[in-house]
């Protein structure tokens, strides 16, 4: 299998876990586009992935230069992920390719979604939401382009050429002109391309969004969710506050998260990442600092349970 990533310093972190959680089955194809020198020179000697940095893409589109040099760091990066795409097919002609938000994790094999994306050209799942589904859906998209299949067919081509071209047109991580980032345009790329099949699996990109009123449990070591197999959770929201001490992100949906729940999803995610050894670049010294200014934003926390301290055992 193929996996993309584009990444920064911010995310070292989360995709070490990512990283870890597809190759604990079984090692398969994983390209990184690093978008600073941190991430470039900390992945170079695990040789665990295939590097790409971000002046080689540049090279790759020259066009892309130009447009991205005026966006804000976070829609260079998302603007950047389609042409990463394209770079593949054309660099290693590969066949098929999963792209991947780098704060997801594989509880289970990653082959599993082949069953479900095979016989499609492009696959990708509902957001879900649980809260005000209607009003989310309106600004942030039906769809979730943190996990994305292109088969490199005639209509997946099709696809990603349109993908590419919206993007480079607008790309920006807040809501105008009923867009939103990379995310909406999905929407009607899905009524647009044929073969674009929606992913309704309860398994595939559970998240925050979407948690309120799964029924999540384990069942002869195997994480299930309705009945199904989870197989990857996304830690969409996830923050680490203190070195100890991390934020969840499922208050942002408004419900009161499950102990049972934390233990089962987080927990197994938290002590992971904490072994990080370099420097965390998610929570600086100037957020610490203005630590109270969060006062109002860590009470709805703790009312609605969305914490969890790393030296708690249950």
């Known amino acids: 299998m193929n996996f993309a990533i584009c990444l920064s310093k911010?995310?070292?972190?989360?995709?070490?876990?990512?990283?870890?959680?597809?190759?604990?089955?079984?090692k398969h194809n994983i390209y990184l586009l690093c978008f600073d020198n941190e991430t470039y020179n900390y992945y170079k000697p695990k040789k665990k992935v295939k590097l790409l940095r971000l002046e080689s893409l540049l090279k790759f589109d020259t066009n892309l230069k130009k447009i991205i040099a005026t966006r804000k760091f976070i829609d260079q990066i998302i603007t950047?992920?389609?042409?990463?795409?394209?770079?593949?097919?054309?660099?290693?002609?590969i066949k098929e390719i999963y792209l991947l938000d780098s704060d997801i994790f594989f509880f289970s094999e990653p082959e599993n979604l082949m069953k479900f994306t095979s016989s499609s050209s492009v696959a990708f799942s509902e957001h879900d939401f649980n809260l005000k589904k209607k009003n989310l859906n309106k600004t942030y998209g039906k769809y979730n382009a943190g996990f994305v299949y292109i088969k490199f067919d005639k209509n997946g081509k099709q696809f990603l050429k349109e993908w590419i071209s919206l993007c480079k047109e607008w790309c920006e991580f807040n809501l105008k002109k009923n867009k939103f980032s990379d995310q909406k345009y999905l929407e009607n790329l899905k009524i647009k391309i044929k073969n674009v099949k929606i992913l309704s699996h309860p398994g595939i990109n559970l998240a925050p969004w979407n948690l309120e009123n799964k029924k999540v449990t384990i069942t002869n070591n195997k994480i299930t969710v309705n009945g199904e197999k989870l197989i990857f959770f996304h830690f969409h929201g996830l923050r680490k506050i203190l070195n100890f001490f991390y934020v969840l992100g499922t208050s942002n949906y408004n419900f009161y998260l499950k102990n049972s729940l934390k233990n089962i999803l987080f927990k197994p995610y938290i002590n992971i990442i904490s072994n990080y050894k370099q420097k965390d670049y998610f929570w600086s010294k100037n957020k610490k600092k203005n630590l109270f200014m969060k006062i109002p934003f860590l009470f709805k926390k703790f009312m609605l349970n969305d914490f969890y301290f790393k030296f708690l055992k249950n």
């Open 80 to 93: 950047s992920r389609p042409v990463f795409i394209k770079f593949l097919n054309k660099e290693y002609n």
């Open 10 to 26: 911010f995310y070292i972190s989360r995709c070490d876990a990512l990283i870890k959680s597809i190759n604990k089955f079984k």
